[in-house]
């Protein structure tokens, strides 16, 4: 919820957040800060309901697409409940894909899976960043998988997973930016393959422009308003789309950096009926956020802004996507990264468990992911004691 917050405080909106981590630049981007249980798949929002009446809007993240809201419901802005759990049942959207005649990997359920060859992704029909898909090479290993609770099964594509940032009104989409998805990075101790770990901001493919063309057109075509996602694999001979985000996309942090745009406000705006300039996808500037992921259990014991720089403070000073000061030109980037999900002194962070995310901007791809590095790097020797990333 960190850069949904953040983003919306930048704009100049007073937010209330609820997450499972509780990170301290959330906590101080918002005025109340309330605990979510991701204990299970269908998470009940119905304990926060007694904010309905006291809150203008509610702003959906990551991990809500099939969510109980309750009396909430009625205050979402942009998709309804009814639609996020449309759009993001994967089963569903496959068949979508399908009749629009939209590339895509061949997707199978438990009861057509005979017609499938390996090797194939198991993913649970709804749920994203990757953390609960496996990889099938054979029999075995697709047994396993159907044991973890999997419902859905896809063709493997070899290739780099990208996604599509888009804001629309319901009428009209602009795409804002294509974002290189990095998932299972050893390098940042993440243990799964799969596992959502960062982004870079733009990607450069020669199948951009269709890549947007076709983002615009199936946002529009689901019924989807504010700021929603696309992704896809792509390689050498094309692209297919993986998955539709009806929600904030963890791409906000690299967007907002490299376009200068507030994408809480343009959603806002476009739940208002007002798409942001189409100009705005810029690609003279690069940003990189990397998530480093806990190597061993451990407890934080310090405050890392006092090691590794950076904070809220800052971002809001330098005016990062933050209305009309976001959007100068010529404004010069720190030569630094800086610290982003800090945890709390104190939290205990179990092996594995998303730790701190490093963000760096830079006039090239390779500067801002040294820059983000570096910020990775401070966190693992005041935490870890370690000298390597």
Known sequence: ???????????GYEMLSADAFGDADTRECSSAFFFLNFSSQHLDLRHLEHLADSVDGVLVGSGLENAAFGKLAEKVLGNSPEKMREV??????AERLADLGIPHPKTF??????????PLIAKPLFGGGGVANFLCRNERELLNAARQGHLIF???????IASVSVISTGKEAVSLCVNEQLAGLKSLFCEHPFTYCGNISPFKTK????MCEIAEFLVLELGLKGSNGVDFVVNDDGFFVLEVNPRFQGSLDTVE????LNVVSAHLKAC???LPPKQRRAEEKYAARLILFAERDCVVEADLRRFCGGNVEKMVEKGVGGGERGREEGKEEGSAGWIADIPQRGRVLRRGE???????VARSREEAIKKAREVILCVRRNIFRSEEV
């Open 1 to 11: 919820m960190r850069h949904i917050a953040c983003s919306g405080a930048r704009a």
């Open 88 to 93: 993001a049942n994967k089963a569903k959207l």
């Open 109 to 118: 359920t438990q009861e057509t899976l005979s017609q499938a060859r390996f």
């Open 154 to 160: 896809q063709e493997f594509i070899k290739g780099k």
């Open 207 to 210: 199948f951009a422009d269709k």
């Open 257 to 260: 950096h490299c376009t200068g």
């Open 272 to 274: 208002e009926g007002e």
């Open 354 to 360: 998303p730790v701190v995310s490093g963000l760096g």
